[in-house]
């Protein structure tokens, strides 16, 4: 039987693609090489939205060529342009010595057909078609995954994006925006919560311009969805937002929802108009205050995450100055803060002329996030001493019979805690005692809860 790995950069989209490209290798008849094994099959899912997410992804393909030499080893994400090997592809990734195939993401189900093409792998193919009868699956959507945690489970509901942010390879990478059927992602979502599933977390480059028969319905598939705690749905979550599609009535089916979380990550990028138009982001700062002040005025309790690019070309000490402002009112929970890098083949990386010293830049990256823990701390601070609801992803043996257990409240906190069994996937009641960083720390209140935890056993 052959064996496969696959290897996953960047973001959870990525990973929902991997349980994808996992179950057809599975319905192939390959199986998961273990950890000491050496596959016969490597994928790369790749990231391209730095470039430093792309050299480090070419260079993990270069050392699993020295390690596995007699491996097939394909790519797939965010870096492929084209589909197929050195005989009918000119992506340019077929260039590299360490690679033989390619597949855009949306190709998945033509993986099988690529493999047969190579030596030892000609049984491949007809196993899948076997499997199908019909042979292949055009849309990729269609492919069940291979869920890694049945408990948290991520559902993608559009490809693509149409924003063409300046410093963004992802619409020439992934294509323009396509929304999945309505129907489509519903079953998918019901099938996954009668498996087991106790949260979804619903993905696209931009979840909330999702379209369906035409119009942007975005707030009508969270109804939707939010039906299925009937049958034992707890949370949904999504990501990633953009501004310029919050809508209000996003917010108002939230704040109704059974199984909403009173989380959202909604980028920023900057807290300057003349940054946002030179990032190509289509809104002001003033329209992104305003979805803030909604947010919290309906949902008061609401955690909010954002990213940020500080050092964008061309920013000044007044438009940092601004940013800064813009944290200190927006009191982040969280902020996925990112030094400009220019990535190649975008508007953004020819802007050399207003490039900023990458030493200016790292000072200006240190006293935001100054800002930012400042406002995160204090709000988990206010955590402690209340009963937060946690979804177990973790759970650690440690000496003395007891499991240190991760996961996170419906606020999106990280939090630790210990008990005398594993509950992964179990949502249980903690009460904070501490916080350590961005991290919480709490006792289990059930009847059986853990021994008083041991000073640094807890992995961070």
């Given at each position: 039987?052959?064996?496969?790995?696959?290897?996953?950069?960047?973001?959870?989209?990525?990973?929902s693609d991997s349980e994808r490209v996992t179950s057809v290798l599975d319905r192939c008849g390959l199986c998961l090489a273990?950890?000491?094994d050496s596959p016969d099959v490597l994928i790369f899912n790749t990231c391209s939205v730095?470039?430093?997410?792309?050299?480090?992804a070419v260079g993990a393909m270069r050392d699993a060529r020295k390690q596995f030499p007699a491996a097939r080893i394909g790519v797939?994400?965010?870096m492929v342009r084209q589909?197929?090997?050195?005989?009918?592809s000119r992506d340019q990734l077929l260039k590299l010595d360490s690679v033989d195939f390619t597949f855009r993401?949306?190709?998945a189900a033509r993986l099988p057909k690529i493999l047969s093409s190579f030596s030892g792998f000609e049984n491949v193919l007809p196993e899948f078609e076997n499997f199908f009868g019909t042979g292949e699956i055009e849309n990729y959507f269609r492919i069940a995954p291979k869920v890694k945690n049945p408990a948290q489970v991520f559902v993608p509901i559009t490809q693509g994006c149409d924003k063409f942010c300046t410093y963004c390879i992802v619409p020439y990478t992934r294509g323009r925006e396509i929304s999945r059927p309505i129907g489509e992602i519903l079953d998918e979502c019901e099938n996954l919560v009668r498996a087991g599933a106790r949260e979804i977390t619903l993905l696209g480059q931009n979840v909330n311009s999702f379209v369906s028969d035409g119009e942007k319905s975005f707030p009508e598939l969270l109804k939707k969805v939010d039906e299925l705690h009937k049958i034992g749905l707890s949370r949904t979550r999504f990501t990633s937002a953009h501004p310029q599609d919050f809508t209000d009535e996003v917010v108002d089916v939230l704040a109704k929802m059974k199984?909403?979380?009173p989380y959202v990550h909604l980028p920023v990028q900057h807290g300057s108009d003349r940054m946002l138009r030179a990032m190509n982001r289509n809104y002001s700062v003033e329209k992104y205050e305003k979805i803030i002040s909604n947010l919290r005025k309906k949902i008061p309790n609401c955690t909010l995450a954002t990213?940020?690019?500080?050092g964008f070309p061309g920013e000044t000490e007044d438009d940092f100055w601004q940013l800064c402002e813009v944290a200190r009112r927006m009191r982040f929970d969280f902020s996925y803060t990112a030094i400009f890098s220019p990535r190649k083949n975008t508007p953004a990386s020819r802007m050399k002329k207003d490039f900023i010293p990458q030493e200016q830049k790292r000072e200006r990256f240190h006293a935001f996030d100054t800002i930012v823990k400042d406002s995160a701390f204090a709000r988990r601070e206010k955590f402690i001493g209340q009963t937060l609801e946690i979804l177990v992803e973790s759970s650690q043996p440690q000496l003395g019979g007891t499991f240190l257990n991760g996961g996170r409240s419906r606020e999106f906190l990280e939090t630790y805690f210990l008990s005398d069994q594993s509950l992964i996937g179990k949502e249980v009641s903690v009460k904070i005692t501490g916080r350590k960083g961005y991290v919480l720390d709490g006792d289990w209140v059930g009847k059986n809860k853990g021994k008083q935890k041991p000073a640094g056993l807890r992995a961070v």
């Open positions: 039987m052959k064996s496969y790995r696959i290897q996953t950069f960047g973001c959870q989209m990525n990973y273990g950890e000491n730095r470039q430093r997410a792309e050299d480090k797939t994400g965010c589909t197929g090997t050195a005989a009918d993401i949306e190709d199984t909403a979380c990213d940020v690019i500080v």
